[in-house]
């Protein structure tokens, strides 16, 4: 039996109720061709299978049209012929439907070695969801054209990040989703990969569910690497076509709302969306024997009225220019030349035009100034360092949510952040930080120097942030979950901003 008669097999599994075993090839080759009709949904499953290939908005466009002309037949045997021509090489590839699963396209997090930010949240929802639900981790091939199940070292770096340099199978087992809840929680960004998405999403029978990160390339466009803003859009156009964006904070509701405005415009309706928090609580607790050395060391240098060390700052994030690191250098400066003591620990990585950061940096050390930058950390000791800090400083110009707040505030550590957006939401939903104008780096060394300076105000501020309320991974994995599960949906009380 040869390529493309096996497949025809695969979509006569789908399309026909059974008796379809004992016919002939030409015979099944016309019943499967009658079956599809003038189907969106049944073309676009007829590329996916007979071409080993996810098919884009205009090829599917083109077979609807090709087949209400010529019929059904006409339009079938032609996706036969593309896939002897134009797509012969992906006759070797194995197909493989998937129908009615639940598929999470964990692709960029699988090769990622980055552990904050989006990944970080991909990375904790997965988890959560592989101890309590069925889930398919996929990803693309190298050209973004077919889906495919991650391997074991994919998997393991999609799960813990442990395994960055993980290789893609050279012909790997195409998958192709049916009638299943595809769930986007990852930025993407990949053109080929987007337009397959949105073809997916607009003529298939699958339900595209995607987590809304952000809208920065549109908001702050000024911000964001080259090349970003294009291939953003590219990415609305397929969340365009999805059946519920769940966003992560009040702050990106109203970005993606603003955007789903602009669809009527053009006749789309767009997502359902809601926004699912993410999570604030606290991660890798201290062993009692820290906190009570801790404790002691405390005590005894209150008594002798000396400090161990000088007041640590941190600062969380990569160096991109939207994370305003240069106004903390800057605010910091200001404060060192009044004689103000204290530290100033960076973690994070580089990153798009973070040039100015590092060059003014590098003056800054040879100087002498105590500043510093830690890369690469674990989780464990990312926590470590925001509960040794005695402040964290977050000064964003644009976020979707900013974990660093959260985070900082939920080991009982104070921020100074800004004075909008997200930012602003996490902390006036349980105090703990000062906000500031991330655009005046006056106004920013000055709360800094608040800080240091009024020991009523950092113990008023501590209790804020000691008394807030914990939201952990697996309730935000679980609202999640039940947002985008059919079968729990229509239960699902969105909040209503």
């Not at 993980?166 to 990852?186: F, G, H, K, M, S």
């Not at 109203?254 to 415009?265: D, F, N, Q, V």
């Not at 700052?313 to 404060?335: D, F, I, M, Q, T």
Request: net charge negative; proline share 4%.
């Amino acid at each position: 039996m040869n390529k493309l008669t096996a497949r025809t097999e695969l979509l006569a599994g789908i399309l026909l109720s059974g008796g379809w075993a004992s016919l002939s090839k030409s015979q099944l080759e016309r019943t499967v061709g009658a079956a599809i009709g003038t189907s969106a949904e049944r073309l676009w499953l007829l590329f996916a299978v007979m071409t080993a290939t996810l098919p884009v908005q205009d090829e599917v466009v083109n077979l609807v049209r090709m087949s209400r002309l010529m019929g059904s037949q006409v339009a079938f045997q032609h996706v036969r012929r593309l896939a002897r021509t134009r797509f012969i090489g992906r006759l070797g590839n194995e197909v493989r439907i998937l129908q009615g699963e639940t598929i999470v396209d964990a692709h960029h997090t699988a090769r990622s070695e980055l552990a904050t930010g989006i990944q970080k949240v991909v990375r904790k929802t997965i988890v959560e969801w592989e101890a309590s639900h069925t889930i398919i981790l996929v990803g693309w091939d190298a050209d973004y054209t077919r889906l495919r199940m991650l391997d074991v070292d994919e998997r393991e770096n999609a799960l813990f990040g442990t395994r960055p340099n993980a290789r893609q199978a050279p012909r790997p087992r195409v998958t192709i989703p049916w009638n299943c809840d595809y769930i986007l929680p990852e930025l993407a960004t990949e053109p080929d990969r987007t337009a397959r998405i949105q073809a997916l999403a607009q003529f298939s029978n699958n339900r595209l569910h995607v987590v809304g990160h952000d809208c920065v390339p549109l908001t702050t466009a000024e911000t964001v690497g080259p090349g970003m803003g294009g291939a953003f859009a590219k990415n609305l156009s397929a969340v365009a076509r999805a059946t519920r964006v769940a966003t992560t904070s009040t702050a990106s509701t109203a970005e993606y709302r603003g955007w789903r405005t602009m669809l009527g415009s053009i006749g789309v309706v767009g997502p359902e969306i809601q926004e699912i928090m993410l999570p604030t609580a606290a991660e890798f607790a201290e062993s009692e024997s820290e906190s009570e050395s801790e404790s002691e060391s405390e005590s005894e240098s209150e008594s002798e009225g000396t400090h161990r060390r000088p007041p640590l700052l941190l600062c969380v994030g990569s160096h991109e220019p939207r994370k305003n690191h240069l106004a903390v250098l800057h605010a910091c400066e200001l404060l060192w030349r009044e004689r103000q003591d204290f530290e100033l620990l960076f973690v994070g990585g580089n990153s798009w035009n973070s040039d100015a950061f590092e060059q003014q940096l590098d003056r800054m050390i040879a100087f002498g100034r105590p500043v510093r930058v830690a890369r690469g950390l674990s989780d464990r000791q990312l926590w470590q360092a925001y509960r040794e800090a005695t402040l964290t400083l977050f000064p964003s110009v644009n976020e979707g949510f900013g974990l660093p707040v959260a985070e900082s505030l939920a080991v009982g550590t104070p921020v100074v952040t800004s004075n909008f957006g997200s930012m602003k939401e996490i902390a006036d939903a349980g105090g703990g930080a000062l906000l500031v104008d991330p655009r005046d780096d006056a106004t920013l060394a000055e709360a800094i120097r608040e800080f240091l300076t009024n020991s009523e105000l950092r113990d008023r501020l501590r209790l804020e942030a000691a008394a807030r309320t914990q939201r952990t991974w697996t309730q935000y994995a679980d609202d999640l979950w039940h947002y985008f599960d059919p079968q729990v949906a229509s239960g699902y009380a969105p909040r209503v901003p």
